[in-house]
C-alpha cells in the first residue's frame, strides 16, 4: 500500500528521519511506536503529504507521491494529526462533513453516516453545533476520528487518535475500531505511545528510535526477541501488555 524508500528528513540541524525503508502492508495494521521525538508523526506527516521529504522516494499503490495528485490522494485516506487539526471556525459536525459536501454527497446519506459515527465514538449529537473551542480534549479527538472515517477510506492513518480520552471510551473505541479495521480489511497505520495499545492493533509493530527502525515485528517478536537492549528496555518500561504483569 505505502512503500518508502531511503527516506531521509532533516528540520535544519535536527535528523528526524535517517535513510528508512518501510512496506505497509495492505489490510493490515501497522503500529508505529517510539520514544517521544523519534519521529512517527514525521513518517506519517510524509504519507499524506504534509512533509516533504529530502531525500528518496514514496509510493502510494504503486505511484510515486507527487503535489498535484494531492486531493485525489486524500480523499482516499482518512487522517488523524496529532492535535486533531481540526478547523476552529467549524462547527463539529461541519468538520465532520466537510469532505462529504465538498464532494456534493447526499446530504441525508451524509446525516446517517454523522448519526453513525457519533454512535460508534460515544460523541453526544447535541454537540455537533459547537465549534471545537467549546469541546472537551476527548470530544475534539473524536470529531477528528469521526472526520477520518467519515468517507469510509480503505486506508487511515491516525496519529495517537485516542490519547486523550478517558480509560473507559477508549477501551471501547478500541475494541469497535478493531473489528471495523479487521471486518472491512482497512489499512491502518497508527501512531500510538501505548505499546499495549500497539499490540492490541497492531498485526506488525514498529519500534523506531531517532528517525530510524530499531525492531519490526510481532509484541511476540519484541518481548521475547528483542533486537537490541533498548527494545528491552522500551517494552520493558511499559505496564500495559496484556496478559503479562509488569516485570516478567
Ligand atoms: N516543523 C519542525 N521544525 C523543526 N523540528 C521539527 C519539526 N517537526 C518535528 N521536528 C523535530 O523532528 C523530530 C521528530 O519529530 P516528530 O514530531 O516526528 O516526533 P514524534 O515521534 O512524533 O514525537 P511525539 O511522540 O512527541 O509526538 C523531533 O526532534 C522534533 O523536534
Ligand atoms: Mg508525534
Known amino acids: 500500500m505505502f512503500e518508502l524508500r531511503e527516506i531521509s528528513k532533516a528540520y535544519g540541524a535536527v535528523n528526524a528521519i535517517t535513510d528508512l525503508d518501510l512496506t505497509i502492508t495492505?489490510?493490515?495494521?501497522?503500529a508505529l511506536i517510539g520514544p517521544s521525538g523519534c519521529g512517527k508523526s514525521t513518517i506519517l506527516g510524509m504519507m499524506i503529504e504534509l512533509v516533504q521529504p529530502d531525500r528518496g522516494e514514496i509510493q502510494?499503490?504503486?505511484?510515486?507521491?507527487?503535489?498535484?495528485?494531492l486531493e485525489q490522494?486524500?480523499?482516499?485516506?482518512?487522517?488523524?494529526?496529532?492535535?486533531?487539526?481540526?478547523?476552529?471556525h467549524l462547527s463539529a459536525r461541519h468538520n465532520v462533513t466537510l469532505m462529504a459536501d465538498h464532494?456534493?454527497?447526499?446530504?441525508?446519506i451524509t446525516d446517517q453516516r454523522v448519526e453513525y459515527l457519533c454512535d460508534l465514538t460515544h460523541f453526544?449529537?447535541?454537540a455537533l453545533g459547537r465549534s471545537p473551542a467549546q469541546l472537551s480534549g476527548g470530544q475534539c479527538q473524536r470529531v477528528a476520528l469521526m472526520r477520518a472515517l467519515m468517507l469510509d477510506p480503505d486506508v487511515l492513518l491516525l496519529d495517537e487518535p485516542l490519547g486523550a480520552l478517558d480509560p473507559l471510551?477508549?477501551?471501547?473505541l478500541q475494541t469497535e475500531l478493531r473489528d471495523i479495521f479487521q471486518t472491512l480489511g482497512k489499512t491502518v497505520?497508527?501512531?500510538?505511545?501505548?505499546?499495549?495499545?500497539?499490540?492490541?492493533f497492531g498485526d506488525t509493530i514498529i519500534l523506531l528510535r531517532e528517525g530510524c527502525i530499531v525492531q519490526s515485528g510481532t509484541i511476540d517478536d519484541l518481548t521475547n526477541r528483542p533486537a537490541d537492549e533498548f527494545v528491552e528496555r522500551f517494552v520493558r518500561a511499559q505496564r500495559t501488555i496484556p496478559g503479562q504483569e509488569h516485570g516478567k
Open 26 to 30: 495492505p489490510g493490515k495494521t501497522t
Open 60 to 69: 502510494f499503490k504503486g505511484t510515486a507521491l507527487a503535489p498535484g495528485k
Open 73 to 88: 490522494l486524500r480523499q482516499r485516506m482518512g487522517y488523524v494529526i496529532q492535535d486533531g487539526g481540526l478547523f476552529p
Open 103 to 108: 464532494l456534493g454527497h447526499d446530504p441525508q
Open 124 to 126: 453526544p449529537t447535541d
Open 169 to 172: 471510551i477508549r477501551f471501547e
Open 189 to 200: 497505520i497508527m501512531v500510538t505511545h501505548d505499546i499495549g495499545e500497539a499490540s492490541y
